[in-house]
């Protein structure tokens, strides 16, 4: 099975900055593309930015300039560095990963448990 194992959230003022981590672990047959997607209190989750095993990124408009999504293919893990920090970025972030399980196996979508982030004075 997948498993996607998230660290590095925390409390920073805003200006400030934090790096999130995803190591996805388990029997792993193919990796695909990876993202970040986040959830403040009382709204949907939304797309933070997403990589593919191509390096192609996408992200969100309120992200643009100030994210940085990346990926160590050999360590299946994802990253995001987050810089300049607002209060609005505060929110539960969770890690996501399209895999392959077996060869006949199908892609899916797998979740990490979330990590919070508070941006605050």
């Known amino acids: 099975q997948v498993q996607l194992v998230e660290s590095g959230g925390g409390l920073v003022q805003p200006g400030g900055s934090l790096r999130l981590s995803c190591a996805a672990t388990g029997r792993i047959f193919s990796l695909n593309a990876m993202g970040w997607y986040r959830q403040a209190p009382g709204k949907e989750r939304e797309l933070v930015a997403t990589?593919?095993?191509?390096?192609?990124?996408n992200y969100a408009d309120s992200v643009k300039g100030r994210f940085t999504i990346s990926r160590d293919n050999a360590a299946n893990t994802v990253y995001l560095q987050m810089n300049n920090l607002k209060p609005e970025d505060t929110a539960d972030y969770y890690c996501?990963?399209?895999?392959?399980?077996?060869?006949?196996?199908?892609?899916?979508?797998?979740w990490g448990q979330g990590t919070q982030v508070t941006v605050s004075s």
């Open positions: 996501n990963a399209n895999a392959k399980l077996a060869a006949l196996g199908r892609m899916r979508d797998y």
């Open positions: 990589i593919t095993n191509g390096d192609n990124t």
